[in-house]
């Protein structure tokens, strides 16, 4: 466990969600806390934009999303959303487990409907526009719930289950075609998972595209390759971003000097660290940690 004590050396968000009875939780972020790396986990994510642009990743797809619009984040795809870069920016999250619906393995509800939507490689994630009417409906529902799982009304569970139920019942029948298309092979997604995952373990430490590849039993060309195609950079920015990442998170603490945030951070060269940062963030890190305490 390595980037916010949640992702695994896979990749694999295990942070829980609500609880066992009702797994099921609503959050919000803004500004430069809204950044999470890349990840993935078993619950299915809906969020929505209020406020500015939001930038999801989803495996090889980049959504880009404007105020009023909504998506949903398929079980198990893999995603990341960086921090915008500009600009003040807010959304709403709903993460929960499928079994709020369909119930479990056994049902008519995982077999007909679920099994083929989550299989599907072309629904690693659906965006709902403000500008379609059905799809609109669709985010005023999802905020609805966002609501009611953060107030103390009696029925709230079983008014967020009808919002997630009416959600699904909205992509099933626009979706079909799609849930069908299941035979295209995930292995390009296998391999990225490896490498992110060994990245999350090491990334403070010197490692090379070399050690990446080796991880996933693939050539540097064919480590390059995908994560040009999924994470659109490459191996050695990626390392560099957890390791930003990983030094905002610190200076946010107040707890640590600038030379320890560095060193901590796997950047060997003082200078270079605060040039990368402010590249990223805009601010120095002297800037950044006053900003934030």
């Known amino acids: 466990m390595k980037i916010s004590g949640i992702i695994t050396e896979k990749g694999q968000e295990l942070k829980k969600h609500g609880s066992g009875l009702f797994p099921c939780a609503a ?7 809204m950044g999470f790396p890349w990840h993935w986990h078993e619950e299915f994510e809906l969020s929505v934009v209020e406020e500015g642009s939001v930038e999801f990743y989803i495996g090889q797809e980049c959504y880009c999303l404007e105020a009023g619009d909504g998506i949903l984040i398929n079980s ?13 920016s807010r959304k709403k999250d709903v993460v929960f487990s499928g079994k709020l619906v ?6 008519i509800f995982w077999e007909k409907y679920f099994q083929p939507f989550i299989a599907s490689q072309r629904l690693g ?4 526009h403000s500008s379609v ?8 529902e999802v905020l609805l719930a966002h609501e009611a799982l953060l107030g103390r009304a009696f029925e709230k569970e079983i008014l ?26 995930t292995r390009d997604s296998e391999r990225i998972k ?19 590849a080796k991880n996933a039993s693939v050539c540097t060309r064919e480590c390059l390759r995908c994560f040009r195609d999924f ?11 957890c390791r930003l990442n990983d030094a905002c998170r610190m200076l946010s603490s107040g707890e640590y000097t600038i030379t320890e945030v560095c060193e901590a951070c796997g950047f060997e060269n003082p200078s270079y660290f605060s040039k990368m940062f402010r590249r990223q963030t805009g601010l120095t890190p002297s800037a950044y940690r006053k900003k934030n305490l």
């Open 102 to 107: 369909y119930g479990s393995f056994d049902s």
């Open 194 to 212: 490896k490498m992110l995952g060994f990245i999350h373990e090491h990334y403070r430490e010197n490692i090379t595209v070399a050690m990446i």
């Open 231 to 241: 994470i659109h950079m490459s191996p050695i920015q990626y390392v560099i971003s």
């Open 76 to 88: 198990g795809a893999l995603h990341s959303v960086p921090s915008p870069a500009r600009g003040e």
């Open 125 to 128: 994630a659906y965006v709902f």
């Open 27 to 33: 959050y919000e972020s803004r500004g430069t806390a």
């Open 160 to 185: 967020v289950k009808k919002v997630l139920t009416d959600v699904f019942f909205q992509l099933f029948l626009h979706c079909r075609e799609a849930m069908e298309d299941t035979a295209k092979s």
């Open 133 to 140: 009417a059905w799809e609109a409906d669709v985010v005023r």
